[in-house]
């Protein structure tokens, strides 16, 4: 049986992945309650949010009508309690400090009501670690949304081990209702899968940029134009499944795994540390390569995602 939807959302915290979330239920026409302790950051949330979600209806992501009838109803309190209170669904997205999130989970159980689902936008902390302080664990569990939350639709759903089968299906029932496609994980690990494929990726994109093999324009164009649009479109074991013709991943492993093999065995990056120096030249490095305004940049990577969501979407329909 589907979840009815949230009669009500309350998101804390109003940054970046905050307000990408608030906007995503917003313009699904979901009230939503937003509380952020920080009154700068509120601030800025209550002009960032309503255009994030208003992009959504200029990207053909969202109706406009429902997303102004979700905007009416989005509002920011000025505390815990008045957001929280008769929340169906409680989305922590405060920044990556275990403790701060300890805190919070904890203070978000004293004032939910008994059935409000509580999940955290983690992208990596142990869910033991982030719900350590709370007591009823059966309806805590990570919902790890990738960035920008409101237009990439995969979202990590990370249980906790004592989270109940129904709470995992009520969070995996609201976000296929906002359009996501949510993927349970069956164990949690530090940084959960998609970061730690981020990590090993970027970790080697880094090396090859600070090794003067490639320009940052070029190493973004090899990863996003390469690996990055088969991975689009297949994943990277359908797409070595395929690599080989009819033999299928037994030929691909028995003509190629010896060159992969042969990448592993010391040619890749193995550092564990991003040295000050190293960071200086890799951010001059990327700032030298992206001259325009941060927000235009953002803006043209959001008319691309949306391309790319489009054409996805119409090739699963025919």
Not at 22 to 45: I, Q, Y
Request: hydrophobic share 45%; with cysteine.
């Amino acid at each position: 049986m589907t979840e009815p939807l949230p009669r009500k959302v309350a998101v804390i915290g109003a940054g970046d992945i905050g307000a990408g979330w608030a906007a995503l239920c917003a313009s699904a026409g979901w009230p939503v309650a937003m509380f952020d302790a920080n009154s700068r950051t509120s601030e800025r949330a209550f002009t960032e949010v309503p255009r994030r979600a208003r992009a959504l209806a200029a990207l053909d992501r969202a109706t406009p009508g429902i997303v102004e009838r979700g905007l009416l109803e989005f509002t920011q309190t000025r505390s815990l309690l008045q957001a929280v209170q008769d929340a169906d669904w409680v989305i922590e997205a405060i920044h990556e400090d275990v403790l701060a999130k300890q805190k919070l989970t904890e203070s978000i159980e004293q004032v939910a009501g008994p059935d409000t689902l509580i999940t955290s936008s983690s992208g990596g902390l142990m869910p033991i670690e982030i719900f350590g302080r709370v007591r009823r664990l059966d309806r805590c569990l990570v919902t790890h949304p990738l960035n920008p939350p409101e237009l990439i639709p995969l979202v990590e759903v990370v249980p906790e081990g004592r989270t109940s089968p129904a709470a995992v299906q009520r969070a995996v029932d609201y976000l296929r209702a906002l359009g996501r496609y949510p993927i349970v994980l069956k164990k949690a690990v530090p940084g959960y899968v998609v970061n730690r494929i981020a990590a090993a990726v970027w970790r080697e994109c880094i090396d090859l940029v600070l090794r003067g093999v490639i320009s940052v324009e070029d190493l973004d164009r090899a990863a996003s134009l390469g690996p990055g649009i088969g991975w689009a479109a297949a994943g990277p074991h359908l797409t070595y499944h395929l690599a080989a013709g009819e033999g299928g991943v037994t030929a691909f492993l028995q003509h190629l795994l010896g060159s992969f093999e042969h990448l592993w065995e010391g040619k890749l990056a193995t550092w564990h540390r991003l040295e000050p120096d190293q960071q200086r030249a890799l951010t001059h490095a990327i700032e030298k390569a992206y001259t325009k305004d941060v927000g235009m940049l953002r803006e043209a990577r959001d008319r691309r995602l949306s391309a790319i969501l489009r054409a996805l979407e119409q090739a699963r329909t025919t």
